[in-house]
């Protein structure tokens, strides 16, 4: 027996919603979706008129739902916003490339301009390179990273007043509970904003904060919107993953969960006592950091240097590695020094030899050898490395003694860190898909 | 029992009483046996109370007589509400009564039994049932919700497995828990998800019971309003919050808000539909959903 649409509008109902519970017909949950999106932007005030948004694209269905409905809105309720596209190729082969094209398939479809960067071009390193030096653990963090990183300075290129991201309900209740599982209060404070950014960084925005992912895709499909729809091949691993499985278990017993999981993160606070990371600008890249030398940095110096855990934990162990790795650079060099000068030189019971001639130089190839065998693996592979050399021209990490009185008062993992879920984006610093 | 009878120059200088609560799950009535027993054991007075009894001769009424908020008998809200719902709405109800018989018998603390282990699960629940400002004094080691008593969890720092080692070392004879959730409950799930996460990482459990430690809730300093049922302080927040976004989504799907009102209705927004009964009036969010869900079923 058919069930008539709870609004009353006559039809009958094609589908059951599942954030309601209520049985609607298509049109009217066309309608209801798209004007609850209306109602988050308005009392959320997330845009102002003639406002420049980049839409934070990757072809997934979450972008290209968001995409869809700004469009819409912006012309049903005259926003007076002008919308662009913002992607980023993080460089995995086989998910990256495909989805691209996607995105393209909505800049034609929706008329938008189309700005695309890519990690090569930004850092000089593919994911695919990144996994391929560091191994299928931690990856998420990097492309996490890279990638908020990515889009702010898209976003500066393009010059818009902010990104618009398409992070839906089931993200964000996933990202509280992670957070109080890893217990990162600092990120449990602010990843139910609606609108993050500080000053002198370009705000990111939510507008799916209260959308329910089962009804982006159902929207999508009832739309016939295109959208690529593959898990990124990097993300199995990710912690995320334990939080996610937590809330489709929770969301079977009980589906409005996601909602008062929300209500919860928005409603609670941290403790007056509670230190937090204070935000400053990192000193190298000049973007919004917690530390002095902010993840991004501290990555690619990893990456450069053969140091795949440097980031990966407490920045007082990436202090340590690159300590050591520093020291180890540095006894290298003295020996390289000294063999030089014993190639050069005749050495007599420890004495300079007067006569000017090189004839024990064959005898120090056992001393060559000798230095060469401590040499780590890492060290063989980074001789012939150009990059090394450009960026240890330009970066150096400079000690300091405050970071001493930190480094015993650390109990919690770098603001920055991150993890990357390949479908739905992450944390609030990452695309949804 | 062990620290007030020792002799020591520090003596523990408490006078217990001891209190079980009877009724709240249908197979609790052969525990209560087993508890007069220890009772016995140990030769202290223990009073068993039914929790049936409260709900019917509304022991502890509210204190605001303007609202009409009617208990229903235990034996409907077992019957027609979802289990999650039951879990907390009784546990709300449960730590009433510790309150009026606390007052009853003079005492103003209350100590538990909770363990690490149960208050990092009760943890999650809280933020899964939207209680998420209300952590502070469920979790914590005071709650200090009633002025007058105060509730106390001095097993905070130990965990289930510790707890265990001990009753075996001691040879105690626990009494099993009568407690135990339905299975197919948000906390059943959350209760099974952390012994799981805690095998595979040692350290969930601290972890999330540090982080409970770091969390407060919402500068409540100009608030006196009290949810009638978890006594925990309520305000509305200024900004915009999901149970805006759900009031709006009913608003939307039931056909009250249309193309032709929408306008009016986003002006006048906040409406007078009432998803959450008497919400910040005398209800907490999640105790309006309750009370909505109760008042709806039964």
């Given at each position: 027996m058919p069930i008539p649409c709870k609004t009353g509008c006559g039809k009958n109902a094609m589908l059951k919603r599942p954030k309601t519970g209520d049985a609607l017909c298509k049109e009217c949950f066309f309608w209801a979706f798209e004007t609850e999106i209306h109602f988050t932007i308005t009392k959320g005030e997330l845009f102002k008129r003639g406002d420049y948004v980049a839409v934070a694209a990757s072809g997934g269905k979450d972008s290209t739902v968001l995409a869809h409905v700004l469009k819409t809105l912006n012309q049903r309720y005259d926003y007076g916003l002008k919308l662009m596209l913002l992607s980023i190729d993080?460089?995995?082969?086989?998910?990256r490339d495909d989805s691209l094209e996607t995105v393209k398939r909505n800049r034609d479809d929706y008329e938008m301009m189309l700005k695309i960067l890519s990690y090569k071009d930004l850092?000089?390193?593919t994911m695919d390179e990144i996994v391929e030096q560091?191994?299928?653990?931690?990856n998420c963090t990097f492309c996490g990273v890279f990638r908020r990183q990515a889009l702010d300075r898209g976003a500066a290129m393009l010059n818009v007043k902010c990104i618009a991201t398409g992070h839906n309900a089931d993200d964000i209740a996933e990202t509280v509970l992670m957070n109080i599982l890893r217990g990162d209060i600092a990120r449990l404070k602010r990843c139910t904003a609606i609108t993050t950014g500080s000053e002198g960084t370009i705000p990111r925005v939510k507008?799916?904060?209260?959308?329910y992912e089962k009804e982006i895709v159902m929207y999508a499909h009832y739309k016939q919107l295109v959208y690529f729809s593959t898990e990124c091949v990097?993300?199995?691993?990710?912690?995320?993953g334990h939080a996610r499985a937590l809330l489709k278990d929770l969301e079977k017993v009980r589906p409005s969960c996601i909602m008062d999981i929300i209500y919860s993160g928005e409603t609670l606070a941290v403790k007056e006592e509670v230190s937090l990371p204070t935000l400053r600008v990192c000193s190298?890249?000049?973007?919004?950091?917690?530390?002095?030398?902010?993840k991004a940095c501290v990555l690619l110096e990893g990456l450069n240097k053969g140091?795949?855990?440097?980031?990966?934990?407490?920045s007082s162990k990436a202090k340590k590695m690159l300590e050591q790795y520093q020291t180890e650079q540095k006894l290298k060099e003295i020996d390289e020094l000294n063999n030089e000068f014993k190639k050069k030189n005749c050495l007599s019971q420890g004495k300079l030899c007067k006569?000017?001639?090189?004839?024990?130089?064959?005898?120090?190839k056992n001393i060559d050898n000798e230095c060469t065998s401590t040499e780590n693996n890492s060290n063989d592979e980074l001789s012939g490395n150009p990059k090394l050399n450009i960026l240890l021209k330009e970066y150096s990490l400079k000690d300091s003694n405050k970071d001493d009185e930190k480094e015993s008062n650390?109990?919690?993992?770098?603001?920055?860190?991150n993890t990357c879920?390949?479908?739905?984006?992450?944390?609030?610093?990452s695309i949804a898909f | 029992m062990s620290s007030i009878s020792l002799d020591t120059?520090?003596?523990?200088?408490i006078s217990p009483v001891f209190l079980y609560l009877t009724g709240?799950?249908?197979?609790?009535?052969?525990f209560s046996a087993a508890i007069i027993e220890q009772a016995q054991k140990y030769n202290v007075t223990i009073n068993i109370l039914d929790i049936s009894n409260y709900l019917k001769n509304?022991?502890?009424?509210?204190?605001?007589?303007?609202?009409?908020?009617k208990m229903p008998d235990i034996s409907k809200i077992r019957s027609n509400v979802s289990a999650s719902t039951q879990v907390d709405f009784v546990s709300q109800i449960t730590q009433n009564l510790w309150y009026h018989f606390a007052k009853e018998f003079g005492c103003n603390l209350i100590f538990t039994a909770e363990t690490n282990t149960s208050l990092s699960t009760k943890l999650l629940s809280n933020i899964v049932l939207g209680r998420g400002s209300q952590i502070e004094n469920d979790?914590?080691?005071?709650?200090?919700?009633n002025s007058s008593i105060q509730i106390f969890?001095?097993?905070?720092?130990?965990?289930d497995e510790e707890l265990d080692l001990y009753v075996k070392v001691k040879k105690l004879i626990p009494v099993p828990n009568s407690n135990k959730n339905d299975n197919n409950t948000l906390q059943s799930v959350l209760s099974n998800f952390v012994a799981d996460l805690q095998n595979h990482s040692p350290t969930t459990i601290s972890t999330i019971c540090k982080t409970a430690d770091k969390i407060g809730s919402k500068s409540l300093h100009n608030c006196n309003k009290k949810c009638e049922l978890c006594l925990n302080l309520i305000n509305r927040p200024n900004k915009l919050v999901a149970t805006d976004a759900i009031t709006f989504s009913k608003m939307v799907s039931s056909g009250v808000c249309s193309t032709n009102t929408l306008a009016k209705v986003l002006d006048n927004y906040?409406?007078?539909?009432?998803?959450?009964?008497n919400i910040y009036e005398t209800l907490c969010y999640t105790c309006s959903k309750n009370y909505n869900e109760l008042d709806t079923n039964t």
């Open positions: 993080e460089g995995i082969t086989g998910y850092y000089g390193w560091i191994g299928r653990k931690n507008p799916l904060k209260y959308t990097f993300a199995p691993n990710a912690y995320r190298r890249c000049k973007f919004v950091s917690s530390q002095e030398v902010c140091l795949p855990k440097l980031g990966i934990g407490k006569s000017g001639c090189n004839k024990n130089k064959a005898s120090y650390e109990t919690e993992d770098v603001i920055e860190e879920a390949g479908t739905h984006g992450g944390d609030c610093f | 120059h520090k003596k523990l200088r709240i799950s249908s197979s609790q009535e052969s509304d022991i502890s009424s509210p204190s605001n007589n303007n609202y009409d908020l979790i914590g080691f005071a709650d200090q919700r969890r001095p097993m905070r720092e130990i965990t906040p409406s007078n539909v009432s998803v959450f009964p």
